[in-house]
């Protein structure tokens, strides 16, 4: 069965950093684009970054040069480093696999607040 | 960016009856290959996305035939011939012709 198991979550202050994790099972982990997705309280989906097989990374303008896409094959696991969280970065955070997102997993919450 | 437009934004349905959302896109969802990757996902309160049907009109494994998706270009429906309790949730589209730029559309929530 495929899976996604989302991680790292937290409340954190303004201008801090916190590191998502997303652990996968169940498919060929390398041969697949990943994405993350945010969905803020009450609101819709916003893509957020993604990266393709060769670890090409992508960021929506919202968080160029704040967040940060990687991916570590060996331990089927992606990741997305967040810093300079500003409060409409709050957030749950899913990631889901293939450029197609065919499969999300059940995300983690970040909450940027003093 | 692509801007994916649904409509309507709420849905009240009624039981064995059928139902439609549409989802517009600003550019052509006709990719290179040929192919339109465009997806219908339904979101239960409090869970996450589960995709329903991809590439329009094809259904994922485990749907119920009552769910159908047509559409090309720019212009796509999802309809459901005979909305069931376990329908209720938000419906949204979202167009991966243009990853790494995934786009989504508002949402659609239907309520019976």
């Known amino acids: 069965e495929v899976q996604l198991l989302e991680s790292g979550g937290g409340l954190v202050q303004p201008g801090g950093s916190l590191r998502l994790s997303c652990a996968a099972s169940?498919?060929?982990?390398?041969?697949?684009?990943m994405n993350w997705v945010r969905q803020a309280p009450g609101k819709g989906l916003e893509w957020v970054s993604g990266?393709?097989?060769?670890?090409?990374?992508y960021y929506a303008d919202s968080v160029k040069g704040r967040f940060t896409i990687s991916r570590d094959n060996s331990k089927n696991t992606l990741y997305l480093q967040m810093s300079s969280l500003r409060a409409e970065d709050t957030a749950l955070y899913y990631c889901?696999?293939?450029?197609?997102?065919?499969?999300w997993g059940q995300g983690t919450t970040v909450t940027v607040s003093s | 960016d692509v801007v994916m437009t649904q409509s309507p934004l709420s849905l009240p349905v009624i039981l064995g009856q059928p139902a439609s959302i549409s989802c517009r896109s600003s550019?052509?969802?006709?990719?290179?290959?040929?192919?339109?990757?465009l997806n219908w996902f339904h979101q239960r309160p409090g869970q996450s996305p589960r995709r329903l049907i991809y590439?329009?009109?094809n259904r994922d494994s485990g749907v119920p035939d009552r769910f159908s998706g047509s559409g090309s270009g720019t212009d796509f429906t999802l309809k459901i011939s005979r909305v069931e309790a376990e329908d209720v949730g938000v419906y949204f589209c979202?167009?991966?012709?243009?990853?790494?730029?995934?786009?989504f559309g508002g949402g659609t929530k239907v309520e019976i």
């Open positions: 889901a696999k293939g450029g197609w997102c065919d499969v």
């Open positions: 169940g498919f060929t982990f390398t041969i697949f684009d």
């Open positions: 990266i393709s097989v060769d670890g090409t990374t």
């Open positions: 550019q052509s969802l006709v990719h290179i290959d040929g192919n339109t990757y």
């Open positions: 590439m329009a009109s």
């Open positions: 979202m167009q991966a012709t243009h990853w790494p730029l995934l786009t």
